[in-house]
C-alpha cells in the first residue's frame, strides 16, 4: 500500500526545510488575504503542491517547487532593475524578510544535495 505524506523524514535536510518553506509560505499568502484573486489562488495550489509532490518523492512535485520559489523571487528581480535608486525603500517596505524567505527557499531547493537527491530517488 502506498502512503501518501506532508513531509518526509528520510530525506535530507535542505529538502525537508524546503517542504516547510513552502507550506509556510501557503499559509502566509491565506493569512495575507489572497490579493491577486486568481493569480494568487494558482500560487497557493502550487507551493502546497509543490511541498506535498516533493514528500511524496514526485519529480513533479520538484519541478512545481522549483518553478514557484523562482516565481517568488520574479518580483524582486523586476524592482531590482526597474530603478535601483529607491530599490531599498521599496524592499524593506514590501518585506526584507519574504525576501529572505525567497532566496532561502529557492537555495534549498536548488542545493546539490537536493538535487541529488530528487535525481536518484524521484520518480
Do not use: C, K
Amino acid at each position: 500500500m502506498e502512503t501518501r505524506r506532508w513531509t518526509n523524514p528520510s530525506q535530507p535536510q535542505t529538502l525537508q526545510i524546503a517542504v516547510f518553506l513552502l507550506y509556510f509560505d501557503a499559509v502566509f499568502m491565506v493569512l495575507g488575504g489572497l490579493q491577486f484573486g486568481g493569480i494568487s489562488l494558482l500560487l497557493l495550489a502550487a507551493y502546497v503542491a509543490g511541498g506535498f509532490g516533493i514528500a511524496n518523492e514526485r519529480r513533479w512535485g520538484y519541478t512545481v517547487a522549483v518553478a514557484v520559489a523562482a516565481l517568488g523571487l520574479l518580483p524582486w528581480v523586476w524592482l531590482l532593475f526597474r530603478d535601483t535608486s529607491d530599490f531599498f525603500d521599496v524592499a524593506f517596505s514590501l518585506g526584507a524578510i519574504n525576501l529572505m524567505f525567497a532566496i532561502a527557499l529557492l537555495a534549498l531547493l536548488l542545493h546539490p544535495q537536493s538535487r541529488e537527491y530528487q535525481r536518484i530517488w524521484f520518480s
